[in-house]
C-alpha cells in the first residue's frame, strides 16, 4: 500500500522558515516524480515545486521560484520543501504527490500539512 506523508507544517511569521517533509512508502519511486501543491482556502489546488526521484531535477512554481527549495533523500524515501521568506499568501494546506515519469496525472496523494503564515 503506497503511503505519503506530511509533516512539518505549522504557525510562522512572514520572513519565517519551515521545511515540510514527505515520508514515502510501499513501492519503489525510481521511475517518479514527486510534486508539492497547495490549496488555500476557497481557492483551487495549485503546483508549488516538483522534483524526479532518480535525478533530482526540479520544476518550481513562479509564485515560490527563490524561495522555496525542493530536494530527496533516496536514502529514507522521503522529499522536502524548505520553504523561506514566507508570505502570508503561501498561507495553504500544503500536499505531496507523486506520478510516473512522462506522465501528468498525479496518482498518489498524501493527507497535507497546514502551513499558516501570520503578518
Known amino acids: 500500500q503506497v503511503q505519503l506523508v506530511e509533516s512539518g507544517g505549522g504557525l510562522v511569521q512572514a520572513g519565517g522558515s519551515l521545511r515540510l517533509s514527505c515520508a514515502a512508502s510501499?513501492?519503489?519511486?525510481?521511475?517518479?516524480?514527486m510534486g508539492w501543491f497547495r490549496q488555500a482556502p476557497g481557492k483551487e489546488r495549485e503546483f508549488v515545486a516538483h522534483?524526479?526521484?532518480?535525478?533530482?531535477?526540479?520544476n518550481y512554481a513562479d509564485s515560490v521560484k527563490g524561495r522555496f527549495t525542493t530536494s530527496r533523500d533516496t536514502a529514507k524515501d522521503t522529499v522536502y520543501l524548505q520553504m523561506d521568506s514566507l508570505k502570508p499568501e503561501d498561507t495553504a494546506i500544503y500536499y505531496c504527490?507523486?506520478?510516473?515519469?512522462?506522465?501528468?496525472?498525479?496518482?498518489?496523494w498524501g493527507q497535507g500539512t497546514q502551513v499558516t503564515v501570520s503578518s
Open positions: 504527490a507523486a506520478r510516473r515519469m512522462y506522465t501528468n496525472d498525479y496518482i498518489y
Open positions: 522534483i524526479t526521484w532518480s535525478g533530482g531535477a526540479t
Open positions: 510501499g513501492r519503489s519511486f525510481t521511475n517518479y516524480a
